[in-house]
């Protein structure tokens, strides 16, 4: 899998375009603090959008050419983001230290997804804010995008179960138009989540 993502990220162009996803660029306001981590980033889109809003943001993710390409695009738009290579599912994370946490199209087994959800909430500060989109088992019919093993996408009521006990300001599921580079292309479906971290 490592080095599936390696070999996408290696070409100049960026796999999935250079403009943040529709979903946190809309949602970004709702952060209340400066410092955000970026789970899963890729090659750094979102990551480098938070950090043009005056945001402090680090970007994880276990792809070395993804997160090159995250300095490069950072560079270019004459911004930091701090880049660290992080295996999600084995590699620890420090506990809350941020004041927000993304995830965008983070793809993972079903059987490790609540493992990365609890790790995403670990991470924020009490009142921080945790941002989520990711393909659901829907997708799978849409061939626009995403994993092509319904294992690596994900239920509603997964997500709803692992949100229980944490403030729920946002919840979608369904039709999203995401035209985001050369591999997200036209109508999908997708989950998509707001938590606020109250305990």
């Known amino acids: 899998m490592k080095d599936q993502w390696n070999k996408r990220f290696e070409a100049d162009e960026y796999a999935y375009g250079e403009q943040p996803n529709a979903f946190i660029e809309a949602q970004a306001h709702r952060f209340n603090g400066k410092r955000i981590v970026a789970f899963a980033e890729g ?7 938070l950090a043009r809003q005056g945001y402090q943001v680090t970007a994880w993710d276990y792809a070395e050419n993804g997160l090159k390409k995250t300095e490069k695009l ?4 004459q911004v930091k983001v701090v880049t660290e290579k992080k295996d999600l599912l084995y590699d620890p994370v420090p506990s809350e230290v941020y004041d927000g946490a993304i995830m965008v199209f983070g793809h993972f087994p079903k059987a490790e ?14 009142g921080g804010i945790v941002m989520m989109e990711v393909y659901s088992e829907e997708q799978i019919r849409y061939q626009t ?20 006990g944490y403030e729920v300001l946002h919840f979608f599921y369904g039709e999203q138009r995401r035209d985001e580079g050369l591999f997200h292309t036209g109508m999908g479906h997708v989950i998509q989540v707001i938590l606020a971290k109250i305990r």
């Open 43 to 49: 090659e750094g889109r979102n990551a480098v959008f």
């Open 74 to 77: 950072a560079e270019r738009f």
């Open 113 to 126: 997804q609540r493992k990365v959800f609890d790790k995403l909430l670990s991470v924020v500060k009490l």
């Open 145 to 164: 995008g995403g994993p092509k093993a319904v294992d690596l996408l994900y239920c509603p009521e997964d997500v709803l179960a692992w949100a229980s």
